[in-house]
């Protein structure tokens, strides 16, 4: 079973940027597709964005296209999420998440895809 830590999260104000990190551990983190994901408050959990293992390949929602930047280091066991021009609708709980897959470039945006998942960050952006 893979282990996984988000950080980073926090308060911050509409147009402001956070960079949240996902350690991950008990595994080869090479052999992990990751994503992102976050939930807010009565609303289900939605996609964010996807890298491949090889970190080829990103895939992002709609709503952060362009604002969102996904990132990998496979020789840190880490996952990155940059976020610029964050707005209030942005404000959710952000988890990262893990799926084993032998092929290096396969991307997925469905939760259910994912096999283990982190705690949660707080994200909090104030108008």
């Known amino acids: 079973q893979v282990q996984l830590i988000e950080s980073g999260g926090g308060l911050v104000q509409d147009g402001g940027s956070l960079r949240l990190s996902c350690a991950v551990s008990?595994?080869?983190?090479?052999?992990?597709?990751m994503g992102w994901f976050r939930q807010a408050p009565g609303k289900e959990r939605e996609f964010v964005a996807t890298?491949?293992?090889?970190?080829?390949?990103?895939v992002y929602a709609n709503s952060v296209k362009g604002r969102f930047t996904i990132a990998r280091d496979n020789a840190k066991n880490a996952v990155y999420l940059q976020m610029a021009s964050l707005k209030p609708g942005d404000t959710a709980v952000y988890y990262c998440?893990?799926?084993?897959?032998?092929?290096?470039?396969?991307?997925?945006?469905?939760?259910?895809?994912?096999?283990?998942w982190g705690q949660g960050t707080q994200v909090t952006v104030s108008s």
């Open positions: 890298i491949s293992r090889n970190g080829a390949n990103t």
């Open positions: 008990g595994r080869i983190f090479s052999n992990y597709v």
């Open positions: 998440a893990a799926k084993d897959f032998v092929q290096a470039d396969a991307v997925f945006i469905t939760p259910s895809r994912y096999g283990s």
